[in-house]
């Protein structure tokens, strides 16, 4: 029997073995039940006495604490945790605020839904991909933003490759492009009035081949049959693209590709992590 013991630091989570059950079932149980207090579990270590889900990785470390009662606060609380580590992400962070593009408990910390079985990443994360893009996110820059879902991620990128720079946003649920749009109307309809961010229906695995070569890809969701080749075909040399890959049952790792200028192509993974599937309409519906 094992069992589980939440920490309301939400440190960690610890499983009590009491018998042979350290199985991949009794993971993704544990990971779900984290998940549901708000924790975006980042590495898993297996012993045989326990099963410990280690949140404190890489410079997410002390995210769960980083939630605000304001937008400034949250983007503060994330400075301090040195999840932010560039000004530029400080700024568009503070510039774009959450509270407009996440229906419920918009400065927490965590994931939430925002409808057809889609969600709003957690704040850290959305942060931790603006460092990771840091480099590639300069003024004129082009950015793909697959399954942009609320739009808010899309409008940071805008205001950090400024008024030469354009965003590309593929999301293929109809409604929720809709939705992102007003979003980001409500605080910038300059974004959308002069094309500087662009949101289509489309499936996001077969890129934008329109606007391609993208300086930055940003993949919202996990590739579970690896990273798509149009994607890999759309970045530009020197470009970098940030997509997790995995099944949707368990953990998968966040993956950082760089396209060298002369073409060649580095493969880093990063972190584990846990994203909703990069699927199609009808899939998602279903789940939905």
């Not at 057809?116 to 991909?129: D, K």
């Amino acid at each position: 029997m094992l069992k589980a013991n939440i920490s309301n630091s939400k440190t960690c989570v610890v499983l009590e073995n009491k018998g042979k059950t350290d199985n991949r079932e009794t993971q993704v149980e544990v990971i779900n039940s984290a998940k549901s207090f708000g924790i975006v579990v980042l590495k898993q270590l297996i012993v045989p006495v326990s099963l410990v889900v280690n949140i404190a990785l890489l410079r997410v470390s002390m995210a769960w604490r980083s939630h605000g009662q304001t937008n400034d606060e949250l983007v503060d609380n994330l400075k301090a945790h040195n999840i932010i580590q560039h000004d530029e992400v400080e700024k568009a962070m503070k510039l774009v605020d959450r509270g407009l593009y996440a229906p419920h408990n918009q400065y927490m910390d965590a994931p939430q839904s925002i409808g057809y079985g889609a969600t709003i990443s957690a704040p850290h994360m959305h942060a931790y991909a603006l460092e990771l893009l840091h480099e590639q996110l300069k003024s004129g820059g082009k950015v793909l933003d697959v399954g942009s879902g609320s739009g808010y991620l899309s409008a940071c990128f805008a205001m950090m490759v400024g008024e030469k720079g354009k965003v590309i946003g593929i999301e293929h649920v109809p409604n929720l492009v809709t939705q992102s749009i007003k979003n980001i109307e409500k605080h910038a309809p300059e974004l959308i009035a002069s094309g500087r961010v662009k949101i289509s229906v489309g499936d996001g695995r077969k890129g934008y081949e329109p606007e391609a070569p993208y300086n930055a890809i940003h993949v919202g969701a996990a590739a579970e049959q690896g990273v798509p080749d149009e994607l890999i075909k759309q970045l530009a040399p020197g470009g970098r693209m940030v997509i997790p890959v995995g099944n949707k049952l368990g953990m998968q790792a966040l993956e950082q590709i760089d396209k060298l200028l002369d073409g060649q192509i580095v493969r880093q993974s990063l972190m584990d992590v846990m994203y909703v599937p990069l699927t199609d309409k009808d899939s998602q519906y279903t789940k939905w």
